[in-house]
């Protein structure tokens, strides 16, 4: 520990921050006493309620269940947009850039209401009803935002699906969570690159019978297929709608939208999310997480596919009466100071990206940051994974000129909001380290034996008690979500993470400690990997573990064992990239394809990935214990392979 450089709240923030060191105390301390007064409390100050609640919280960790101001009725876009336009109509809510640095466009918040309403009414005309679950397929433009709002509106489910998942995962999530109606647009633009957004549907709902609808807006303008009994242009519809769409009164606990995750054990799972607590929490992290002021800019960089999108494109900023800004792009096109290049365009106060990012600009060099001013800038953030000290200095010098505080997020889809986080003016910072919990959150770490771990340590990360945007459940699968989340330690909430805390109580996330890849920030579950692998008919059996990678963060490591007879070859490597690229999405690509000659396995059969693991980090003379294999030469058969890889 005697190399963390500590960095102490920088005096600008000490001085006039939203929560000072004595207001964090104080209010944890509260939060974790009386939880029920808190959450109250922060309920009525941030969010508008049709009906105010009497109940405050019920929960039994050990069912995985909690129910948050469940007798309140309130609509998320009511408290989103409704509620600003007397105040900040005219003010932007969502600042668009789009992927070609000439296209930009500001929406207003009067804007936004007529547009998010006239897609609700478009949906209704389709019988869109509260409840129905609606997958949207989209490009980062204002659209995607409009439609999750327009879902909310009227208390439909919205399932997001990021764009650069495959026709067949699609098909997955809609059927998985029976979505009659789609909302895409023709194609996307990342990095001068189209993604054909359309077709890809187009192939998926040949397999899904219940969909009636897609909504198509034409983005680029390209020639597509067209079903003229399933298909609708957005574009020629929305004018003819009328302008307003009383919004739905949703109780607390209904379902605000599904977003499917990746996980140790089998297909990805539909995490779902309800309405009030889920607001809350990601207007509260995002106010008090950014030290946000009225008036600023606020750029997250994530997809709207993923749940930073969700909490903190669209839901938080907006909730809170925000400047969000969306954009359609990558940070290395046209070139690699496109970040800083919108950042000084727009006047971004505050950035919040994901360290692989940083990593990838870091090694594009400093002139692309130093040719820009970011004066404008006032605070930064990360997430999606463990951010390493040399990426944290680099943003925090070449950036931030030291000016800015690094706000290192750790939370999950399933928490909905930050979790564990500094609060830029009362915690001072240690690269690498997302130290305290947010208000309310209990972090423990648990050992081998599930015992919890009193000060300094390592071990299993889970939380003692629900949180307001806890996951409420696994669409459709009740079990999976009790197996997943809450067996593991019974009466916790298992995270999937390691982490440590040091002696002075700050938490140190050390990754996934199950079977879930991070790859670039993204979640993958290794069995989803070697599940597409095992499709080629060559293939016998395949394990995929992830190596640490200089960019990604992970890589992806398949070893492949092939049926007898079949020869491996460069070809054949092609092809199953290929697979895993067409049946999950390219992020899904291993890196690394290794052939097996055989898999080291237990005497009950099961694959022992430590060992697997430890080779394809070439960590070869230190494979521990391998005396419980069934076959130990199989270990010397795969060491060998490697070297001639
Ligand atoms: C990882 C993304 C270290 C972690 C919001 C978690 C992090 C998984 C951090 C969730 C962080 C996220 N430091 N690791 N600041 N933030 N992670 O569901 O392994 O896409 O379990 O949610 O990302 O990924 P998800």
């Not at 909690?66 to 509620?83: M, Q, S």
């Amino acid at each position: 520990m005697s190399e963390v450089h500590t960095r102490p709240v920088p005096t600008n923030f000490a001085a006039n921050a939203l929560i000072s060191a004595e207001d964090y105390e104080r209010m944890y301390r509260q939060s974790v006493d009386n939880p029920e007064a808190f959450w109250a409390q922060q309920a009525k100050d941030f969010l508008q309620w049709d009906r105010p609640f009497a109940q405050v919280l019920e929960e039994d960790m050990y069912k995985g269940h909690a129910a948050w101001f469940a007798d309140g009725r309130l609509n998320v876009t009511v408290n989103c947009i409704d509620r600003h336009l007397t105040t900040r109509g005219e003010q932007t809510a969502i600042l668009w850039e789009g992927d070609d640095p000439a296209n930009s466009q500001a929406i207003s918040y009067r804007i936004l209401h007529e547009k998010v309403c006239r897609l609700a009414n478009l949906m209704k005309s389709r019988g869109v009803k509260k409840g129905d679950r609606i997958c949207l397929y989209m490009p980062m433009i204002p659209e995607a935002a409009y439609a999750m709002l327009a879902c909310a509106r009227i208390g439909a489910v919205h399932s997001v699906v990021f764009g650069g998942f495959s026709p067949t995962s699609l098909k997955d999530r809609i059927l998985d969570s029976d979505c009659r109606l789609v909302i895409t647009a023709d194609e996307a633009v990342r990095g001068g690159k189209r993604v054909p957004l359309k077709a890809n549907v187009d192939k998926a709902l040949a397999e899904c019978p219940n969909v009636h609808t897609a909504i198509v807006v034409k983005h680029t303008g390209t020639a597509v297929d067209w079903d003229s009994k399933r298909d609708i242009w957005y574009g020629d519809l929305i004018p003819q709608m009328e302008p307003d769409c009383p919004p739905e009164a949703m109780g607390a606990e209904d379902p605000l939208f599904i977003l499917y995750t990746s996980g140790s054990t089998g297909k990805p799972k539909g995490v779902l999310h309800t309405t009030a607590g889920y607001l809350l929490m990601a207007t509260m992290t995002f106010k008090y997480t950014f030290d946000y002021r009225e008036g600023e800019v606020f750029w997250c960089t994530a997809d709207v596919g993923w749940i930073t999108g969700h909490s903190y494109i669209v839901y938080g900023p907006l909730c809170a009466g925000a400047t969000s800004l969306m954009f359609e792009g990558v940070p290395t096109y046209p070139d690699a100071s496109r970040f800083w290049q919108v950042v000084d365009k727009h006047q971004v106060n505050i950035f919040y990206t994901a360290p692989t990012a940083i990593r990838a600009l870091m090694g594009a060099g400093d002139d692309f940051v130093k040719s820009t001013k970011r004066n404008s800038l006032r605070l930064l953030g990360t997430v999606g994974e463990p951010i390493n000290p040399e990426a944290w200095e680099w943003y925090f010098s070449v950036v931030g000129d030291e000016r800015c505080p690094i706000v290192d997020t750790w939370w999950q889809t399933e928490t909905g909001a930050h979790m564990i986080t500094p609060l830029p003016g009362a915690m001072p910072l240690k690269p690498g380290s997302a130290t305290r919990p947010f208000f309310g959150v209990q972090p423990a770490l648990l050992d081998s034996e599930g015992q919890e771990i009193i000060g300094e340590g390592e071990g299993s990360l889970v939380i003692k008690n629900s949180w307001p945007s806890m996951i409420r459940g696994v669409y459709g699968n009740r079990q999976r979500m009790l197996d997943t989340y809450f067996s593991s330690f019974p009466g916790y909430y298992f995270t999937g993470d390691g982490a440590r805390r040091d002696g002075e109580g700050d938490y140190w996330i050390t990754g996934r400690i199950d079977d879930v890849l991070n790859v670039s920030g993204h979640r993958l579950g290794t069995a989803e990997i070697e599940s597409a692998l095992v499709l080629h008919g060559d293939t016998a059996e395949a394990a995929v573990v992830g190596y640490p990678h200089d960019i990604k963060g992970q890589g992806i490591y398949a070893f492949v064992m092939l049926k007898s007879g079949c020869q491996p070859s460069d070809t054949l490597k092609c092809e199953l990239i290929d697979l895993c690229s067409k049946e999950i999405g390219p992020i899904a690509k291993p890196d690394f394809i290794q052939w097996a000659p055989a898999l080291p396995k237990t005497r009950s059969g099961k694959i022992m990935r430590r060992i697997l693991r430890k080779i394809a980090c070439n960590e070869l003379d230190n494979l521990g214990d391998i005396s419980t294999l069934a076959d130990p030469s199989a270990v010397d058969a795969l060491i060998d392979h490697r070297e001639n890889c």
